[in-house]
């Protein structure tokens, strides 16, 4: 079966250190979806894609989180610097979107993300 | 904006038996999709069933059925049979229907913690 690939699935690092989680979306998925599930919110988006373009990332905080797709078989999601309150599970999605068409999102099994 | 509401933080069940998880939406949207995934302790985030707004049949996938109720914004899920690999985080989830170049990302619930007892 197909599926959605993150790297690295555990991180724990420092504050203020940067931080870069990879995702390879299935093959010919047109939209990628970046969420964090926190146990006090629950899953939100942070930022999503299509066809490599970015469509919304108003979920982000614009001064430490940026995300990217530097080509289609890669999605990157950066936090710098890090702080203690970015500890979370990071989700990357994607999924198929074609003409009316809407597929559900497949998900990655997460990096779990500790920052001291 | 979509709001998914889950109003049962945990729910338990024995083995074999049935149990209904509850979930219901806000929206302005007259066409969308409904899903639920299932979240285990491995962490993986596991679509269960889907339903689209205009099919008025329930979607059922196996032991897995929903009551899904336009007019009252309602989506619950049915579990039949309960399995002790049932036990897991269930996840509400509402999508718009996008069109042309836009997206189309998941508003979820806050989660139902479902224990499958022996």
């Known amino acids: 079966d197909a599926r959605v690939t993150q790297t690295p699935r555990h991180k724990v690092t420092e504050m203020g250190q940067e931080v870069t989680m990879r995702c390879q979306p299935i093959l010919g998925h047109n939209t990628v979806f970046w969420y964090r599930q926190t146990m006090m919110q629950g899953l939100e988006l942070l930022a999503y894609?299509?066809?490599?373009?970015?469509?919304?990332d108003s979920g982000m905080p614009k001064d430490r989180f940026s995300a990217e797709m530097p080509d289609a078989t890669l999605a990157t999601l950066k936090i710098q610097p890090s702080e203690p309150r970015d500890s979370a599970v990071y989700f990357c999605?994607?999924?198929?979107?074609?003409?009316?068409?809407?597929?559900?999102?497949?998900f990655g099994d997460g990096t779990r993300l500790s920052i001291l | 904006a979509q709001t998914v509401t889950q109003s049962q933080p945990e729910m338990s069940v024995q083995e074999a038996e049935t149990v209904t998880l509850s979930c219901t939406y806000d929206t302005s949207e007259n066409n969308y999709y409904l899903f639920w995934y299932k979240q285990p302790p491995s962490r993986q985030m596991i679509l269960v069933i889907r339903q689209e707004a205009y099919k008025q049949q329930n979607a059922t996938e196996n032991r897995f059925s929903v009551n899904f109720q336009k007019a009252a914004k309602s989506f619950s899920l049915k579990i039949s049979d309960s399995q002790l690999g049932d036990t897991a985080m269930y996840f509400c989830a509402f999508m718009k229907h996008m069109s042309g170049n836009a997206g189309n990302m998941l508003t979820f619930g806050g989660g139902t913690r479902l224990m499958v007892k022996p």
């Open positions: 999605a994607s999924g198929l979107v074609l003409g009316e068409g809407n597929q559900p999102q497949h």
């Open positions: 894609f299509r066809n490599r373009a970015p469509l919304d």
